[in-house]
């Protein structure tokens, strides 16, 4: 297998995350699985929005921390998943997979530090967010991109 397609961003703002997500979402396929990790704060929405925005979605954008799932129709169906409030791997397992993830549909997901490995499919963003210490409105974005999504990365020029 191809190793990951790696990158490393700085952005100064909520809007330089959003438009960060935005350039990978214009990439996005079905078959995608996103996976975001960070704190809370960290700017896993933030980035979330972005990458629905750029994968053709309407909008508006919410966390889906108490609904757990939102459905975006964009140019396939999208599904931005929360698990912060799930906390058995059953629990997870229990959501609609092969709904959110198939020939038509992609999911972008927070909190994806509680996903299973072994439910981690070959086409995946794994993105990991934080705070550098010493600028508020600084974040660190870390990607990598695994089987097709390596083009998000390769063709949005990160
Ligand atoms: N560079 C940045 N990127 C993203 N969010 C930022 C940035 N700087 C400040 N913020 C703020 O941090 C918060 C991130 O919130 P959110 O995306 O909901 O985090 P999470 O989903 O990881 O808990 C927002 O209030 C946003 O305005
Ligand atoms: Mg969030």
Redesign the pocket.
């Known amino acids: 297998m191809n190793p990951p397609v790696i990158a490393r961003v700085t ?4 809007e ?2 959003e438009a960060l997500g935005a350039r990978w979402g214009a990439h996005l396929r079905p078959g995608m699985m996103i996976c975001l990790r ?1 704190d ?7 980035l979330a929005s972005g990458i629905l925005r750029g994968a053709g979605a309407p909008g508006p954008f919410r ?1 889906p921390t108490f609904t757990l799932v939102w459905e975006h129709r964009g140019q396939f169906d999208l599904y931005h998943v929360d698990l912060y409030r799930l906390s058995s791997a059953e629990a997870i397992e229990d959501l609609p997979w092969d709904a959110m993830i198939s020939e038509r549909a992609s999911a972008v997901i ?1 909190w994806a530090d509680r996903l299973p490995d072994s439910m981690r499919t070959p086409d995946r963003l794994e993105v990991f ?1 934080s705070r550098p210490d010493d600028s ?4 660190e974005v870390r990607a990598e991109g695994y089987g097709e999504c390596r083009r998000l990365i390769s063709e949005a020029g990160e």
């Open positions: 952005t100064a703002s909520p330089e995350t960070g809370l704060g960290a700017g896993k929405t933030v966390s927070e967010l508020p409105l600084g974040r």
